[in-house]
């Protein structure tokens, strides 16, 4: 129903805003005439990116620069509207994930010997034609390289570049492309300005004198580092933004949520107690529905969609006045429960959904064996209510903070219920989790644990990675980098009918959504990842050719927090890449029980991912996959014991997982 309700939106979008879309020829003349855009990369005016020449110095934040956006170099829409450029220009760097952008004409990838999604070792050659390096350290980084299969044009095609592993946050990263061949195996010149640049100093009054001296630091430290650059296409660098520019609006708010707070349970209200008696639910004996009243820091009262932080002068999240936020949950009991106190734990829906998905029947199948209470609230910002608010951000870039902040307000909503959960006078202190006789439901004394799936895990990293009451959480159907998932994702189209009336050119959309990424990494997994496993373990859970999430943002999310893959993982032959999960460690099953963070492949026979940027779609894809993990009861067994001990361990007899395709 959700679908075909934003399929309808986006076509009225469509008819509404068509004779309003520029051609392909006027967006990239519009923006190579635009002063402040790079004169190394005229077709779009934010190429490449991301790009130092689009950031100022500044002295106070943790990098030494400030992302330096204005609305004329941020992309306008088909109906002409110009971006604000603030939530941009609070960073100090860009996404630790973003992809590089830059337009190429007459590009072959594999005349030129790039590394592909199924060859990523092939990226840290001597020789590779694309080189990413760590300024300070010389340190090569791992991609995989791509051309935007969405294109339609060939001269607004994107050339994408994508980091196998995050960015390291507050770094300074060089991007050199050199030797890159066209299909008839000939070396592409570099353009008259990067040759100018890149050649003898240039007198003060050459137009280009600036972009030499910014450029200078950049080819020196390839240099320096012996990277040869003979036939050298072109070049730059960027800074990648901090921990403390990339976190820093949740755990403000957190922190000052919770020392108002201080030793005290969450104000919250019961209001509603359902009984069912064992035939009318075999698993589920209570579900109780309530209200945690929590502070708001959003600029409308009651944080109603549509609302951004509210942020004091130095530009933190600051609370309203009196500004409170109802976060309404739903809680499942098991009449396991009414034996022995059940383990609380948060569960995190799916995209754009409800609390109401506590309630679905691998939800409660796991509450019922494994003994645990779950308990949702709508993840606010990405919730059911938000649709509206996500169709508006993605026609109007200026918009779009609405979806990641509100987000932020939604971890603070659920910690509070987690607090509620584990604290002795919490829920546990209310009848409608005691026995008759007065026996607690809830057992406070383990600590709380976290189950999310699907958007559940891509957001629940970044909350897992913000509390201080959740010891473990589990990730399933994961993934991080909503820049690099949306493309691949089934869900994403009826999105996409938006983008594309709001954003036509396919070189700029692929631009749109990087710059979607740098705020939206205040709200996912994605800014969080460098620091998610210092203090929590979690467990990723994925299935093989998932429609949904793909496979390729998990391996990069496991790559960046240190998670091991837990191997076999596929049958042999079964993936296309030349070294199957590249780059992430391993621990065989026969080693386990595994005592850290992992990710476990289930396989249920769907056929392998599409190795283009491109989502996988059923009929040619066969069976969507994502459900199947969740559904299995190994799965479920091998989640509990991880939620509850912290080990890993093998449910697969040494096997590759395999779970059974749900109808």
């Not at 639910?281 to 944080?303: F, K, N, W």
């Not at 509206?388 to 509100?406: K, Y």
């Not at 399933?476 to 820049?483: A, E, I, L, S």
């Not at 283009?612 to 894809?621: I, K």
Request: hydrophobic share 40%; proline share 8%.
């Amino acid at each position: 129903m959700r679908i075909r309700v934003l399929t309808v939106l986006a076509a009225a979008l469509g008819a509404a805003a068509a004779l309003l879309s520029p051609t392909t020829s006027q967006a990239a003349a519009t923006h190579a005439q635009v002063r402040g855009c790079d004169p190394l990369a005229p077709a779009e005016c934010l190429l490449p990116f991301p790009n130092d020449w689009f950031t100022r110095a500044d002295s106070s934040t943790a990098t030494g620069r400030r992302v330096d956006f204005t609305s004329a170099t941020l992309p306008t829409n088909a109906a002409g509207v110009p971006a604000d450029p603030t939530a941009w220009n609070r960073s100090d760097g860009f996404s630790p994930g973003s992809a590089l952008i830059v337009q190429v004409p007459g590009l072959d990838l594999n005349a030129t010997g790039a590394a592909p999604l199924t060859d990523i070792g092939r990226s840290l050659d001597a020789n590779a034609p694309i080189v990413l390096m760590d300024a300070a350290t010389g340190e090569r980084w791992p991609y995989w390289a791509e051309l935007d299969s969405n294109a339609t044009s060939p001269d607004r095609q994107a050339l994408l570049v994508h980091p196998a592993r995050n960015f390291r946050e507050g770094h300074r990263y060089v991007v050199a492309l050199r030797s890159l061949k066209g299909s008839d195996g000939r070396t592409l010149p570099a353009s008259e300005a990067f040759r100018a640049v890149s050649g003898h100093r240039l007198p003060r009054s050459n137009p280009l004198y600036e972009r030499q001296r910014a450029l200078r630091p950049a080819l020196d430290a390839l240099q320096r580092r012996h990277v040869t650059t003979r036939g050298l296409y072109l070049a730059w660098d960027f800074t990648v933004a901090s921990a403390r520019s990339l976190t820093g609006d949740l755990f403000s708010l957190r922190d000052d949520a919770f020392r108002r707070l201080g030793s005290g349970a969450p104000e919250f209200k019961v209001t509603g107690v359902k009984d069912f008696t064992a035939a009318q639910d075999p698993s589920i004996a209570r579900e109780v529905s309530g209200q945690v009243t929590v502070p708001s820091y959003l600029s409308l009262p009651g944080g109603l969609p549509g609302s951004t932080l509210h942020r004091g002068r130095d530009g933190r999240p600051d609370r309203l006045p009196g500004n409170t936020q109802l976060a309404l949950f739903r809680c499942e009991i098991p009449r396991s429960a009414f034996t022995s106190p059940s383990r609380p734990s948060l569960y995190g829906h799916g995209l754009l959904g409800s609390r109401n998905e506590v309630g679905a029947g691998n939800v409660k199948a796991m509450a019922a064996e494994h003994n645990f209470t779950f308990c949702s609230t709508d993840w606010i910002g990405m919730a059911q209510e938000d649709i509206p608010v996500v169709l508006g951000a993605l026609a109007d870039l200026s918009l779009f903070p609405a979806v990641p902040e509100r987000s932020e307000q939604g971890m603070l909503n659920a910690l509070f219920l987690g607090r509620d959960l584990i604290h002795p006078h919490g829920l546990t202190a209310d009848a409608s989790f005691r026995t008759p006789d007065g026996r607690p439901l809830l057992d406070t004394a383990h600590g709380l644990a976290y189950d999310g799936n699907s958007q559940g895990g891509i957001l629940g990293g970044a909350l897992v990675a913000a509390s201080k009451d959740i010891r473990r959480g589990v990730l399933g159907v994961t993934g991080m980098n909503y820049g690099l998932l949306l493309n691949r994702s089934a869900d994403f189209a009826p999105f996409q009918q938006v983008l594309d009336v709001a954003y036509p050119d396919k070189l700029r959309q692929q631009v749109v959504l990087q710059l979607f990424q740098m705020v939206w990494d205040r709200g996912e997994t994605n800014g969080y990842a460098a620091q998610l496993t210092d203090h929590h373990q979690v467990l990723m859970h994925i299935a093989y050719g998932d429609h949904q999430v793909a496979n390729a943002a998990a391996e990069v999310e496991a790559r960046t927090i240190g998670a091991r893959i837990v191997t076999p993982a596929l049958a042999p032959g079964r993936s296309p890449d030349r070294v199957p999960y590249w780059g992430i460690r391993t621990v065989s099953a026969a080693q386990l029980p595994y005592q850290g963070s992992a990710m476990v492949v289930w396989d249920s026979g769907t056929p392998s991912p599409p190795v283009t940027n491109t989502p996988p779609t059923e009929p040619a894809y066969g069976h969507d996959p994502h459900s199947d993990p969740r559904n299995s009861s190994a799965a479920r067994q091998q989640k509990a014991t991880f939620l509850t001990t912290g080990q890993v361990i093998d449910v697969c007899g040494t096997l590759p997982c395999t779970a059974i395709p749900t109808p």
